[in-house]
């Protein structure tokens, strides 16, 4: 085992800790008169914790120590000169790389705000402002933090938007506030208060440990899509975009209406696109990336929808805990949706 070296004033009595013992020469000498004095011992951490020392407390008539290190004092790191430049490179491609990357991202930001109509008639009716399209949500606040670039794009092509919540969001009993807040929201992204439901049912609650029936969730979505004449649908994929259940489900539920036939003809589902974390948390660095994926709709943010996606979110204020702060500056899903037919 390589020795420690414990560097403290020379005129402090230290005795040495229980358990260890000097394996080299006592060094003594410094330029200005205040000698240190140093003893390498095997034990850094073993036999200190024994003594006073551990405890946080002086050693009798010494002073804190200088330093602890792993070599004698006056060593001295160096890398050669080759080693050196080719970091000072490596860094500097790098930070080049990034900031091409930005640029890119960027570029293609302002770029791709009209790709998502050509994508949207693509997908789904031949002329965007005929689309009435329902955002099937399963807690007030997904409809800011994960769909803003769905429900801010589809406004912009003059698409009429409803909105529908299968939970009132009262797992911690803030439902009502919780209502409120999501109104507000709404009225942000371009959803009028009529257009928005909000579903209470004691079977259907906030809870990820609750499996939420298939059947009850898909009575509920198939009579509003046929009550509003809808004829496309946005939801979560299996993935849930954050894994959550209650997410899960309502992929499940849309899914089983598709399957059994039971959806009104012409009527189209999109599903968004789940990520892995990386690229959940890169902003608009995943723009580049997102072009490059496969996806039948793509809808990108300008910086001013990208500021009003922002203060959709920020009128939860039930909801904004530390994390979601976070979540607002550096999610993608504020800035870009990527959605696949179901």
């Known amino acids: 085992m390589n020795p420690f070296w414990v560097e403290f004033p020379q005129r402090a ?30 034990s850094l951490l073993g036999s200190l914790k024994e003594e006073s020392l551990g405890q946080g407390k002086a050693l009798p008539g010494a002073e804190p120590f200088c ?8 060593t001295t790191w160096s890398l050669p000169v080759s080693v050196a430049m080719a970091l000072a490179l490596l860094g500097s491609f790098l930070a080049a790389l990034l900031a091409l990357v930005w640029l890119g991202s960027r570029w293609l930001r302002r770029r791709g705000a009209g790709w998502g109509h050509q994508t949207l008639c693509a997908a789904g009716p031949a002329r965007a402002d005929d689309v009435r399209a329902l955002v099937v949500t399963a807690h007030p606040d997904d409809e800011a933090m994960f769909f803003a670039p769905t429900i801010l794009s589809l406004g912009r092509f003059q ?21 409120n807040e999501l109104v507000q929201s709404c009225a942000i992204l ?19 440990a609750v499996e939420w029936d298939t059947h009850l969730l898909s009575t ?15 939801t979560f994929d299996a993935g849930g975009v954050s894994g959550h259940a209650n997410h899960i489900a309502l992929y499940t539920a849309l899914r089983s209406l598709q399957s059994e036939g039971k959806l009104p003809e012409g009527c189209r589902v999109l599903t968004l696109k789940s990520v892995n974390l990386l690229r ?3 902003s608009i660095l995943d723009v580049p990336i997102s072009c490059l994926q496969s996806q039948d709709v ?45």
């Not at 793509?298 to 805990?321: D, G, N, V």
């Open 159 to 179: 698409a009429q938007l409803w909105l529908l919540c299968c939970s009132s969001g009262n797992y911690y009993n803030q439902g009502e506030l919780r209502k």
């Open 190 to 208: 371009g959803i009028p208060p009529s257009n928005v439901t909000v579903i209470d049912h004691r079977d259907l609650p906030d809870d990820p």
């Open 67 to 74: 330093r602890l290190s792993l070599f004698p004092p006056g």
């Open 298 to 342: 793509l809808f990108i943010l300008t910086k001013e929808e990208s500021e009003q996606a922002k203060r959709a979110m920020r009128c939860h204020h039930s909801q904004l805990l530390w994390f979601r702060h976070t979540y607002i500056l550096f999610s993608r899903f504020m800035v870009i949706n990527s959605l696949c037919l179901l």
């Open 13 to 42: 009595h230290f005795p040495l800790p229980k358990g260890g013992h000097v394996v080299g020469q006592f060094w003594k000498g410094s330029e200005k008169g205040v000698s240190p004095a140093c003893y390498p011992c095997h």
């Open 220 to 234: 509920f979505v198939l009579k509003h899509i046929e009550t509003n004449h809808i004829n496309l649908v946005i």
């Open 280 to 282: 959940k948390y890169i």
